[in-house]
């Protein structure tokens, strides 16, 4: 079975939203929605968006507004610019604040699905999103791990982590590497915070058949697959 893709569709018209969310389901994406840019800009907080379907024209914060936002935060998720304004100024404008593609409506719903396709395959995520190991599956797109029909849903930083490791099975990660890749520079987080992210992990997963995290001494963790 395929990865199920995300899929953001803004705009402020429900009729559009509807028929967007419609094709979209019915073509294997989960879609979210949102009303104008600043509901936009929540979802892609709280949830993790493969692709955004933006109009320009709405009220609160407009897609304008909203792709400058997340293009200054270097949010680099792929943009469809779907919008009634056509003029070559619309679209200079769309793609000067970072859009990665533009269309007219009303919209051709295929080419739309075409387009789509398009940019997931050039934005490259689609090998970032599981992870598989032993019965054990890590979905990025919800931070949920899955074991024997269970599922555990992780605070953001802990799956991140987890997911980190597992993808360099034996590779050695120092406390450094890992403040640096989930934290930021200017944080007050000290090195403790990846101890204690990485004791809480082994107290959730200590029964786990499938892997391990092990300490290096006086270097950092790894993660070790138990079944080969």
Not at 63 to 74: F, H, P, Q, S, V
Request: include cysteine.
């Amino acid at each position: 079975m395929g990865i199920m893709f995300n899929i953001l569709v803004v705009d402020d018209q429900t009729n559009i939203r509807r028929l967007y969310e419609y094709t979209l389901e019915k073509n294997g994406y989960r879609v979210f929605t949102a009303e104008n840019g600043e509901q936009a800009l929540e979802v892609i907080a709280a949830s993790h968006i493969d692709l955004m379907i933006l109009d320009i024209m709405m009220p609160k914060l407009d897609g304008y507004g909203c792709l400058k936002a997340l293009r200054e935060e270097n949010n680099n998720v792929p943009v469809l610019m779907i919008t009634a304004k056509d003029t070559s100024d619309d679209m200079r404008k769309s793609f000067m604040l970072g859009t990665d593609d533009f269309m007219v409506k009303p919209v051709d719903e295929m080419e739309m699905l075409l387009r789509i396709k398009a940019l997931l395959r050039r934005s490259k995520i689609s090998e970032e999103q599981r992870l598989t190991v032993g019965g054990t599956e890590l979905f990025y797109d919800s931070f949920t791990v899955v074991r024997d029909g269970v599922s555990t849903v992780l605070p953001r930083k802990e799956f991140q982590i987890l997911f980190k490791l597992l993808s360099f099975p034996g590779k050695t990660f120092t406390r450094n590497n890992l403040m640096e890749e989930f934290w930021s520079m200017d944080t007050d987080s000290e090195a403790r915070t990846v101890d204690v992210h990485i004791n809480r992990l082994r107290e959730r997963f200590k029964d786990n058949d499938d892997f391990s995290i092990e300490t290096v001494r006086g270097l950092g963790y790894k993660a070790v697959k138990k079944n080969g």
